[in-house]
T-cell receptor, first 112, second 114 residues
Framework: DAGVIQSPRHEVTEMGQEVTLRCKPI?????LFWYRQTMMRGLELLIY????????DSGMPEDRFSAKMPNASFSTLKIQPSEPRDSAVYFC??????????FGQGTRLTVV | AQSVSQHNHHVILSEAASLELGCNYS??????LFWYVQYPGQHLQLLLK??????LVKGIKGFEAEFIKSKFSFNLRKPSVQWSDTAEYFC????????????FGAGTILRVKS
């Protein structure tokens, strides 16, 4: 299995632009998590899905952030408009409900 | 709200020293417990997990962890660390009563001096 696949690996964008991060979970997994990691705030859970349904989005910082999971093999995290403080590494992880989560390589986002 | 506490943010050890990293959680009910490691510039990787059974869990690279239910703790240990263990270590918890929400502690940065 290829593991959790995230794209792009690196993204540099200008403030105000829309950014879309993509994630392909491990085949057969039915939970998907989006995390953000920064030096200041550590690892934060933004949102997670069970069976493609958003269960808890209380970690989404504000309305500029949105996440979708249209099917079991794909999820997106969108930031519109982006701001410099959104600069971070964004990780996607997947699991079978109740078991260990496996992480993707992350997307390093820089907003200038 | 569910939370996970890791007692030490930075730990510095010499090679061959023993390691113990603390982790406490505040959950009711049945929990699953995990330790993850993040090497510099890399993603999080699973070190070990506890679901049920023997509370002493052995993981990869010589790590182990002990679940003590009465103390709500899941401390990570290694008898003799190596320079290559330099990394950040995260404790994580989920519980079916909480819809499988996987919550992480703040992490402990371990630096091993050679």
């Amino acid at each position: 299995d290829a593991g959790v696949i995230q794209s792009p690996r690196h993204e540099v964008t200008e403030m105000g632009q829309e950014v879309t991060l993509r994630c392909k979970p491990i085949s057969g997994h039915n939970s998907l998590f989006w995390y953000r990691q920064t030096m200041m705030r550590g690892l934060e859970l933004l949102i997670y899905f069970n069976n493609n349904v958003p269960i808890d989005d209380s970690g989404m910082p504000e309305d500029r952030f949105s996440a979708k999971m249209p099917n079991a093999s794909f999820s997106t995290l969108k930031i519109q408009p982006s701001e410099p403080r959104d600069s971070a590494v964004y990780f996607c992880a997947s699991s079978l409900i109740g078991t260990a989560a496996f992480f993707g390589q992350g997307t390093r986002l820089t907003v200038v | 709200a569910q939370s996970v506490s890791q007692h030490n943010h930075h730990v510095i050890l010499s090679e061959a020293a023993s390691l113990e990293l603390g982790c406490n959680y505040s959950y009711g009910g049945t929990v699953n417990l995990f330790w993850y490691v993040q090497y510099p510039g890399q993603h999080l990787q699973l070190l070990l997990k506890y679901f049920s059974g023997d509370p002493l869990v052995k993981g990869i690279k010589g790590f182990e962890a002990e679940f003590i239910k009465s103390k709500f703790s899941f401390n990570l240990r290694k008898p003799s660390v190596q320079w290559s263990d330099t990394a950040e270590y995260f404790c994580a918890v989920n519980g079916m009563e909480y819809g499988n929400k996987l919550v992480f502690g703040a992490g402990t940065i371990l630096r091993v001096k050679s």
